[in-house]
């Protein structure tokens, strides 16, 4: 096993005063300084040699150069290009290291199209068929990244990240909680997820003012498999939450206002056995995906 440089805030603030830098709140850029709590992370993540990791964040590298020391290959992408600079210096030594420097997202809701391809090629290169996401992902994007994630043609096997704490109990909720979202939804209905551990504001530099957590979630390719249009069923989550404290039976007939009429609402809802003053927040995981393909199947018959 190499020896890894620890990140201290004095080895931090020497280095950034030495280069002209600082930390740049709008990315997120708060640093892991808990030695023991990025060999957490790197565990978690579980890194083969047939592994092609996606790290989003790459920040001064240090995650990086543990997880390159492990993988057939990293993919590292930094939105800042000083900080990317200063990694690449961190990550010489490696030849399994491709580090791109622009934003990870081409959008909210899609990904730079030159990352995903990146990484097929990193993944024919090596001879496997999966990667996993693994990082300290930037707070104000962290959503976005998770969600996007289980909506491309190539999904991670895994994603084990640090996020904010809030963030990572409202993956976990169970329905009946005020965290119960349509995130929580989206990710419960594909993978297995669990809260490694609650990180406090000290192990980072510069503190941030949230507690922060490590999160794995482990895809589940054959409850994938089981959503019949994964697509249909991210849009029906989304818009069955969008007014949560609603009746069940008036956040349909806006759902589906202009493709079914109110009384077809009402007929999917009686087969479905759906209480019309129930709430979103009360139905779990299981109950949404049926009743989403209700509605699926309802809206097919139609076009016939």
């Known amino acids: 096993m190499p020896e890894f440089r620890n990140q201290t805030i004095s ?24 030695m023991n709590l990025l060999d957490l992370l790197v565990r ?11 790290e989003i964040g790459t920040g001064t590298g240090t995650l990086s150069t543990r ?9 590292t992408v930094e939105i800042d290009p000083h900080m990317a600079t200063f990694a690449l210096e961190e990550l010489d030594d490696f030849e399994n290291v491709t580090l791109l420097s622009f934003d990870a997202l081409r959008n909210k809701n899609s990904f730079r199209p030159e990352m995903i391809e990146t990484i097929r090629e990193k993944m024919a290169e090596i001879g496997t068929d999966h990667f996993k ?3 300290n992902l930037p707070y104000n994007v962290a959503t976005p ?4 994630l289980l909506r491309t043609e190539i999904t991670p096997k895994s994603m084990t990240v640090t996020i904010q704490k809030e963030l990572a109990e409202r993956i976990v909720a169970p329905p009946n909680t005020k965290d119960y979202s349509a995130l929580s939804v989206w990710i419960q209905s ?8 609650i990180m406090p504001p000290s192990v980072f530099w510069p503190a941030p003012k949230v507690h922060s957590a490590i999160l794995q979630i482990d895809i589940e390719p054959e409850r994938r498999a089981a959503i019949p249009d994964l697509e249909f069923f991210h849009e029906f989550n989304r818009s069955l939450f969008f007014h949560r404290r609603k009746f069940l039976r008036s956040v ?14 009402d007929q999917v809802m009686e087969q479905g056995g759906l209480e019309a003053s129930s709430r979103s927040e009360s139905f779990a995981v ?7 393909e209700l509605f699926r199947q309802r809206l097919m018959e139609k076009e016939v």
Do not use: W
């Open 252 to 265: 349909l007939h806006s759902a589906f206002k202009g493709r079914l009429e109110k009384a077809e609402v």
């Open 11 to 34: 080895y931090l603030t020497s280095k950034f005063r030495e280069i002209g830098i600082r930390p740049v709140s709008k990315h997120g850029q708060n640093f892991l300084i808990d």
């Open 286 to 292: 299981e109950e949404i995906l049926a009743m989403s």
């Open 133 to 135: 996401l693994a990082a």
């Open 67 to 75: 997880m390159a020391a492990q993988a057939g290959h990293l993919v």
């Open 190 to 197: 594909q993978c297995r997820c669990e809260i490694v551990r």
């Open 44 to 54: 978690s993540a579980d890194i083969q040699k047939d592994d092609v990791v996606l």
């Open 145 to 148: 990244i998770i969600s996007n």
